[in-house]
């Protein structure tokens, strides 16, 4: 019924892949391949990450650029509170990442993910909770959006130019990044529910 | 009745997926899939976060596009296997590591086999003993 499947009429129908064919398609692919994860290792090629995943980040320093938040709600039916933070630029160092995930059949699984130091543009984490040793801001602002006297009509705003602090703790609900970089990445996988302590990162 | 349809059916089944590259396309469309699902299941339904999101969904969509062109028209299994390798590679570095590699695994070793596939020839004399 469907004749025009095979333009060139010597083929009887039947085909069969060729290994030697295969093989020359596949290596080159694979090569390839780990060249981008070596380079990504490296800190040479940006990868982009969006995901919605339980996690705890604890990071010795972190400074960012272009830093706006407000109050928002996350997950799925929108049931968590959270604070929207928008950072046009940020910089992670001695980072430690830890998320929990309970397996039907392994139980709980850990992955703790260290960084020596990672960067991101264009990064929008709603997290629910943040606590820091020390914060510095520079060009902070403050507005709250008010066409009537008597109440605000909308969500505060706070951002500020530059924002840089120590020992820096956050649970993330999401993120979104346009682009990550990172450097001396190591990764751990252990069935516990354990994590990394702060200041552990190293 | 029905006993005698379905070796008919069956075997045509079998002479359609010899016909064309059967495993191609299907480890094409599960690669795109598995893409979108991981992008699903990471983001919730339908939102287009950030740029891996959004890549997630367009590189899934190509590749089932790519793996219905090779069931549909194997004489285009060359263009829908190098688009489709060039694609896996793009989506190590911009769909949240090609799907965690499981998607990429598969969209790399689908158009590798879409590019492997070779139509038997017709002998160049119809008689055969």
Known sequence: ?202 | MSTAIRPGRRCGLQEWRRSRPFAAGLLLGLGGLELICVSWVGLGFLRFTGTAGAASWALGALFVVAGVTTWRNPALRYFSGVLAAVLSLVSLVAANLGGLLLGFLLTAVGSALALAWIPQQAPATPQEA
């Not at chain 1, 397996?103 to 997290?127: D, F, H, K, N, Y």
């Not at chain 1, 703790?169 to 450097?183: D, L, N, W």
């Open chain 1, 1 to 202: 019924m469907i004749d025009d499947d095979f333009p060139v009429m010597t083929s009887t129908g039947a085909g069969r892949t060729s290994r030697r064919r295969f093989a020359l398609a596949l290596v080159p692919l694979l090569v390839g391949a780990c060249v981008l994860l070596a380079g990504s290792a490296a800190g040479a090629v940006s990868v982009a990450f969006a995901g919605e995943v339980p996690v705890t980040v604890h990071a010795a320093r972190v400074s960012a650029s272009g830093v706006s938040a407000s109050p928002a709600a996350s997950g799925r039916g929108g049931l968590l509170p959270a604070l929207a933070t928008r950072v046009e630029q940020a910089t992670v160092e001695d980072a430690c990442v830890t998320s929990t995930a309970r397996l039907p059949v392994v139980g709980a699984v850990t992955a703790v993910v260290r960084i020596e130091r990672a960067s991101a543009t264009g990064l929008t984490v709603e997290a629910g909770k943040a606590t820091a040793r020390s914060v510095k801001l520079s060009g902070a602002k403050f507005s709250t959006p008010r066409v009537s006297l008597r109440e605000p009509t909308g969500l505060f705003t706070v951002g500020a130019q530059k924002v840089s602090g120590n020992t820096v703790t956050t649970q993330p609900h999401a993120f979104t990044a346009g682009t990550i970089t990172s450097r001396g990445v190591s990764i751990d996988v252990r069935r516990d529910a354990g994590g990394c302590e702060p200041g552990a990162a190293r």
